[in-house]
């Protein structure tokens, strides 16, 4: 990608190159574009880290002050989906409070959802399937009341799902599939206890013990045998 759009072209407000060939990274100075609305770089071949520019403050000189404006401030839609970009996503991707689309599926993207994801209150559509996110759903996340749709599918999600506020709507499976470690509904996988582990761990050293039994049963037949056949013949 061009890395002067961002310099060049300040005053753009859709910057849409979905569906093409473009290689590299995606250029920090994206982050410059205060006016854009729409980012779609989706279906492309852009590889490395989301820009960490998202999480900055740009220093601007005002007469003798000095301000700090957020960069991105009116962003509602961002597309990176389907490409093979990496990394965790950028904690600071949630001051974004305009943003009302985030597309993040089939990448590469690995580590948490943000904790502080509640802070998108204006987030409709959300999709961070396909890929090799893990650790919980986070439970603030629920308080998102626009949300949806939503897909966290196809990745290593664990623990079980929020059922409180919006995710109470949530009643479609395919939004949470192929994520093993999930649990409750609409699930078919019930969540474990700790009274359920104990369960477990109880049967697990009864079964034990119970084969040790069986071992020694079993050895101790034979030589018994042995040892009546031996004071026979000695008696002989």
Same mark, same amino acid.
Request: hydrophobic share 40%; aromatic share 6%; charged share 15%.
């Given at each position: 990608?061009?890395?002067?759009?961002?310099?060049?072209?300040?005053?753009?407000?859709?910057?849409?190159?979905?569906?093409?060939?473009?290689?590299?990274?995606?250029?920090?100075?994206?982050?410059?574009?205060?006016?854009?609305?729409?980012?779609?770089?989706?279906?492309?071949?852009?590889?490395?880290?989301?820009?960490?520019?998202?999480?900055?403050?740009?220093?601007?000189?005002?007469?003798?002050?000095?301000?700090?404006?957020?960069?991105?401030?009116?962003?509602?839609?961002?597309?990176?989906?389907?490409?093979?970009?990496?990394?965790?996503?950028?904690?600071?991707?949630?001051?974004?409070?305009? $943003?009302?689309? #985030? +597309? %993040? =599926?089939? !990448?590469? @993207?690995? /580590?948490?959802? &943000?904790?502080?994801? *509640?802070?998108?209150?204006?987030?409709?559509?959300?999709?961070?399937?396909?890929?090799?996110?893990?650790?919980?759903?986070?439970?603030?996340?629920?308080?998102?009341?626009? $949300?949806?749709? #939503? +897909? %966290? =599918?196809? !990745?290593? @999600?664990? /623990?079980?799902? &929020?059922?409180?506020? *919006?995710?109470?709507?949530?009643?479609?499976?395919?939004?949470?599939?192929?994520?093993?470690?999930?649990?409750?509904?609409?699930?078919?996988?019930?969540?474990?206890?700790?009274?359920?582990?104990?369960?477990?761990?109880?049967?697990?050293?009864? /079964?034990?013990?119970?084969?040790?039994?069986?071992?020694?049963?079993?050895?101790?037949?034979?030589?018994?045998?042995?040892?009546?056949?031996?004071?026979?013949?000695?008696?002989?």
């Amino acid at each position: 990608m061009p890395k002067w759009i961002g310099e060049r072209m300040t005053s753009l407000g859709h910057l849409r190159l979905r569906g093409n060939l473009l290689t590299g990274d995606i250029p920090e100075k994206l982050c410059w574009l205060s006016y854009l609305h729409i980012l779609d770089l989706a279906l492309n071949n852009l590889s490395g880290f989301i820009p960490q520019c998202l999480e900055q403050m740009e220093l601007v000189m005002k007469g003798r002050h000095m301000e700090f404006e957020r960069l991105l401030p009116i962003v509602n839609l961002i597309n990176l989906s389907s490409n093979n970009l990496w990394g965790e996503i950028p904690d600071g991707i949630t001051d974004l409070s305009t $943003l009302g689309t #985030l +597309n %993040l =599926s089939r !990448n590469q @993207l690995t /580590g948490k959802i &943000p904790k502080n994801i *509640r802070a998108m209150q204006g987030l409709e559509t959300f999709d961070l399937s396909c890929n090799h996110l893990l650790g919980p759903i986070p439970p603030s996340m629920s308080s998102i009341n626009s $949300l949806s749709p #939503l +897909n %966290l =599918s196809h !990745n290593l @999600l664990l /623990g079980p799902i &929020p059922t409180t506020n *919006r995710f109470s709507t949530f009643n479609d499976p395919s939004i949470y599939e192929a994520n093993l470690g999930l649990c409750r509904l609409p699930l078919s996988t019930k969540c474990s206890t700790p009274n359920d582990q104990k369960h477990k761990n109880d049967q697990d050293e009864d /079964g034990w013990h119970m084969t040790w039994f069986f071992i020694s049963m079993g050895m101790g037949f034979p030589l018994g045998f042995l040892a009546v056949c031996g004071s026979l013949a000695l008696k002989k």
